[in-house]
Structures are given as C-alpha cells and as structure tokens.
C-alpha cells in the first residue's frame, strides 16, 4: 500500500503541472489500488480471529467480502477516468512538462509490477484468490503506465489526442479488470473450487489402504483456507477401531496432499463383500451428496 500510495501521489503532481489525462487516468488508478489494501488488511485482521459459536466457521469469509469491495472500487476508478478522458477528449490541452510525464509514467510501472510482483507470490503462498486478483490489478496498472507513455510520445509528435485516447483506452483496460476479479470473486462467494483440487484429494484418499471406494466428496474455500468433506466406503466387516484408525489415516494423507486444506470431515459407509452399500436413513437430507 505505501509503494503504491508514494508512486500515485508522485504521478498526481506531475497531473497538476502537465495537465495530462492520461497520467491523471493511470493515477486514479493507482490511487485505487493502494486503497484496495485496507479492506483487504482489514479482512486477514478479522479471519484471525477464533470461531465462536455464531461464527462456528471462523471469520474467514471477511476477505471475500474484502474482494468484492476492491471490485466496487476498481469499478469506480473506470468511471472517474473514463469521465476525465472524454472532458479532455472533446476539450483538448496541450500537454505541459512533458519529460516529467514521461517520468511519472516509468515511475508508475515500476512501482506497480513491483508491488505485483510480491502480491502475487504472496498471494498463491497462502491461496488467497483476492490478494492475487488484487496483484494481477497492480500488474495492469504497470502496463497502463506504459501506454501513458506512449500517449506523451504521440503527442510530442504531433498528436495532442493521443493523451486522452490513451486515457479511455485505460478504462476499458480497468473495465477487463473488474470483470477478472468479478468472476473470482463469484467463484469464492459460490463455494467454487478447481476440478483439480477434488482429483487430488479423491487419488490422495484412495491411496490409503483399506479405502474401497469414494462415495462423495466436497471442498470449498473459507477466504484463504480450504475446507473439504469425503464419504469412503470401507469393508462392514471392520470393527469401530479399526474404522475410526482409517479414517484418521485417510484425513492425514489429505492434509499432506492438498496444501492450504485446514479442516476435512472424513465419513467411513460400510461395504459389503458383494459391493452393495449400506443404506443410510439420513441420505434423503442431503441432496448434495454424488452418489457414486
């Protein structure tokens, strides 16, 4: 957040002498996205907190909330620079300092792909999809940066709309943006986790021995943590112990298995010899359960 703050207050005043749209527009921008940090900061603050018995997950979910709001945020950033390019575009200015605009720009994407940089590495450490989206953001606005600069260039050479130009052309970049991080988001709030993540966690549990067959198995992402539930079929022949042995193996092997999973419900069916399941008088709840 200080790393974007001091490049986008840098930019804004070289925005007051040169009266450049563009760099106003990427400067909006940065602005935008040194804010994002604090919802976000303030989301990994309260999913520290212990589960209580309202909150019986956690407070997790806070830094999802977190996403959408730098969603809401980078939305607004689009329209505040989109109005700016248009003003500009049917009033053109002459370009002023223009060296320092070039500047400010090289300036810009530096600071940005560097704080792009570390969120990202930071972000897939921890599997945090907001702190992530929040990096590729940073990224975006480096290479937005870049384009002011050529919008400088084609207006020392003549092509005073080039800065404006430059300018929408940021706000539809930050328009792709806000989609990106929309569908993340959406995926999060929906409980939607990669098909990837279910394969490993299902070969994981049927490589441990006595594991007969999966019967369902569900995870999800509580902000930066994962959650999961599985269903193993195992022989009905197996006594309480033995059963109770296996199913702590199989939820050892998960947790070695799927990085960032903190909490996993294991369920041991019974099978019997001629591969029929024993019936449950609870599977009509459960709607969600995949018969296998």
Known sequence: MLGLGVTALFQLIIVLLS????????????????????????????????????????????????GVVIVLMIFLSAIVAGYESAIKLLHPEPLRNVWWVMLAA????????????????????????????????????????????????????????????????ITVAILFIV??????????????????????????????PGVRR???????????????EIQILVDEELSLRASHQLVEEVRHNLYHAQQHLVSVTVHAWPLSADGTVGESVAAHHDPLVNKA
């Open 106 to 169: 090289i300036v810009g994407f530096l600071g940005n792909e560097g704080v792009a940089i570390f969120r990202i590495r930071v972000g897939k450490e921890i599997g945090s999809a907001a702190l992530v989206a929040d990096g590729q953001h940073a990224r975006i606005d480096g290479l937005t940066s870049l384009a002011v600069l050529f919008g400088v260039v084609g207006s020392l050479f003549g092509f005073p709309l080039a800065d404006p130009l430059i300018g929408l052309l």
């Open 179 to 208: 989609k990106d991080t929309a569908v993340t988001m959406w995926h999060r709030l929906m409980d939607a986790v990669d098909p990837a993540i279910i394969d490993r966690l299902e070969k994981a549990a049927l490589a441990t």
């Open 19 to 66: 009266g450049s749209v563009g760099l106003l527009a990427d400067t909006i921008h940065n602005f935008s996205d040194a804010l994002t940090a604090v919802p976000l900061g303030l989301a990994f603050v309260l999913g520290r907190r212990f589960a209580t018995r309202r909150y019986t997950y956690g407070f997790g979910r806070a830094e999802d909330l977190a």
């Open 214 to 228: 999966i019967q369902s198995i569900r995870a999800r992402w509580i902000g930066h943590s994962l959650s999961a």
